[in-house]
Structures are given as C-alpha cells and as structure tokens.
C-alpha cells in the first residue's frame, strides 16, 4: 500500500524537481536541494521498500491490447510492465497509454500525487464526469479516485491526449469495479 503511494510520488516529484532545476539554471539560480533522502528515492525507485498493493503484482491484466487499442483508435503493438506499471504502445511514438491502478490503497495514492502536484507547484485542472474525483496533472497525466480504486493514466503526448485519457478512464474504471 504505501510502496505504492511512495512510487508515484516519487515518479512525479523526481521529474519535476529535475524539470524545475533545469529551468532555474537557464535563469541563472544554481541552488537547487534535493529534498528527498537518495535512499528514500532509491528505495522508491527500484521497488524494495516494504509492502505493496497487490495490484500492482498484474498491472498489464486490468485492460487488454485489443480494449486500449479500440478506445484510442489504433492497434497497440506491445505491451511493458514495470515497476507496477503498463504501458501500451502503439507504432506512434507519441500514441502510448501508461497506466498505474491501486484497488487496495487508493486514498494514500490519491494523496500522494495531490502533495507531490503541490511540492512540484503542478496545475491541477478538475475533471467533470469521471469517477468521484479527477483532475490532469503535470504532463497531462489523468488522476482519478473513484471510491477504493485509484489511477493515473498517460494517454500519449500530443494534442489529442486529454481527450483520449477522458475516453480511457470510464472503461478502466467499469473493468475495475
């Protein structure tokens, strides 16, 4: 449960302290302090922390190829599971579906990214219509909470990719439930 909530903190957090030190070094502010312990985000990183959700055992098994690949209009060519984690991939590079699931923690998760949003100073544009409460975040990530069931869902990296994360979550979500 809190290895989970962990990871995709520091899956947010570490690339937008990264991002946001590279942007005060082009305006001449060098002094830039990780504010997380190294071993803490190693730790996060590699996954030996203790505990765990059990959903993140089977991150490719919550949604198939040929569901992904119908709802965003193209074929998904591979899947990859990592570090409780799955990301569909299309043969656009900018077409991908990256999706995390938690059904045993999700009030932590959905915890976590709100402290990581704020940390990073990341919008958070409230979402209508989806599970009880979703907003995108940094990089157009679509973050739900609905009930016990948590997501963060990356939906490619072009103009369309709200729009095909807004069509993504609802059949996520009913597969959940």
């Given at each position: 449960?809190?290895?989970?909530?962990?990871?995709?903190?520091m899956l947010m957090v570490i690339p937008l302290v990264l991002c946001a030190a590279c942007g005060q070094a082009e305006q001449?502010?060098?002094d830039v302090t990780d504010p997380?312990?190294?071993?803490?985000?190693?730790?996060?990183?590699?996954?030996?922390?203790e505990g765990g959700a059990s959903s993140e055992?089977?991150?490719?098994?919550?949604?198939?190829?040929?569901?992904?690949?119908?709802?965003?209009?193209?074929?998904?060519?591979?899947?990859?599971?990592n570090s409780g984690q799955c990301t569909y991939y299309t043969d656009d590079p900018l077409l991908f579906v990256t999706l995390n699931v938690d059904t045993e923690d999700a009030e932590s998760s959905w915890q976590g990214v709100k402290i990581g949003n704020s940390?990073?100073?990341?919008?958070?544009?409230k979402v209508e219509g989806i599970g009880g409460e979703a907003f995108f975040g940094?990089?157009?990530?679509l973050y739900v909470k609905d009930g016990d069931i948590f997501l963060s869902l990356e939906a490619g990296f072009d103009t369309e990719t709200r729009e095909r994360a807004k069509k993504l979550a609802p059949m996520i979500l009913a597969k959940l439930k």
């Open positions: 449960m809190l290895k989970h909530a962990i990871r995709l903190l001449g502010t060098t997380l312990p190294t071993a803490a985000v190693t730790e996060a990183a590699s996954g030996d922390a055992a089977a991150a490719c098994s919550h949604v198939t190829d040929a569901e992904i690949g119908e709802t965003i209009g193209k074929p998904v060519s591979r899947h990859e599971e940390l990073a100073g990341a919008a958070e544009n940094a990089r157009d990530i």
